[in-house]
């Protein structure tokens, strides 16, 4: 069964750095990107970047480059998504997901799987 | 950026009624689009890829159709479990993907 496992909720003051992660299970997590996406609360969804786990080469969102970073660690099948300096704008649920690309993500991608969504609170 | 534009927002329905969204693309995407359904504290689940092809272990009553810059998602009878949010997905705009507004459902 393909799972993926994200990180606990956060609570953190403006200016903190945090890593969140997400462990992927029941595939071959080197053979599918895993992208990661934010819901601000009672928002919609926003498509962050994406990486590919195999050489953790990455794709960003104009958006969202520059401010958060987006890392793998393939030997223990985990993504990461990490700020170093966290706003109050950045509260938000954050899912993973993994791509199912059908040989190139360069052509076209479908979210299969989601993550249970890990929630970042940024509060003074 | 290709913009997604999903109508309504908010649809209310009757258990058994026929209820349909419409996602309509900036520009010609093909069939590159996929839905998704958001049950409340929950994660996006797929349920329709490639504008018309149902994901395993989906409900018949689910469907989708179109392509070029118009899509319709249907249920063809709602029931109860089918409150949720959902929401288009275009992937022609590589690596970028772009989701619309999401309409959120309801039983009347």
């Known amino acids: 069964e393909v799972q993926l496992v994200q990180s606990g909720a956060e609570v953190k003051k403006p200016g903190e750095s945090l890593r969140i992660s997400c462990k992927g299970s029941?595939?071959?997590?080197?053979?599918?990107?895993i992208s990661w996406v934010r819901q601000m609360p009672g928002k919609g969804l926003e498509w962050m970047g994406r990486?590919?786990?195999?050489?953790?080469?990455?794709n960003y969102s104009p958006s969202f480059q520059g401010h958060v970073t987006i890392s793998a660690d393939k030997s223990i099948s985990t993504a990461y998504l990490q700020w170093s300096s966290l706003k109050a704008s950045d509260t938000a649920m954050y899912y993973c997901?993994?791509?199912?690309?059908?040989?190139?993500?360069?052509?076209?991608?479908?979210?299969?799987?989601w993550g249970q969504g890990t929630l970042v609170t940024v509060s003074s | 950026d290709i913009q997604m534009t999903q109508s309504p927002s908010s649809l209310s329905a009757s258990v058994g009624d026929r209820v349909t969204i419409t996602c309509q693309a900036s520009?010609?995407?093909?069939?590159?689009l996929n839905w998704y359904q958001q049950k409340p504290g929950k994660a996006p689940k797929l349920l329709i890829y490639?504008?018309?092809n149902l994901e395993t272990g989906v409900p018949s009553r689910f469907s989708g159709s179109g392509s070029g810059t118009d899509f319709t998602f249907t249920i063809s009878s709602l029931q109860p479990e089918d409150i949720a949010t959902y929401y288009c997905?275009?992937?022609?705009?590589?690596?970028?993907?772009?989701f619309g507004q999401g309409t959120r459902l309801e039983i009347k």
């Open positions: 990486i590919d786990p195999s050489d953790s080469y990455t």
């Open positions: 997901a993994r791509l199912d690309c059908g040989g190139d993500c360069y052509v076209r991608v479908v979210v299969d799987y």
């Open positions: 029941g595939y071959s997590f080197t053979s599918y990107w």
């Open positions: 490639d504008a018309s």
């Open positions: 997905q275009q992937y022609d705009n590589l690596p970028a993907i772009t």
């Open positions: 520009q010609d995407i093909s069939n590159y």
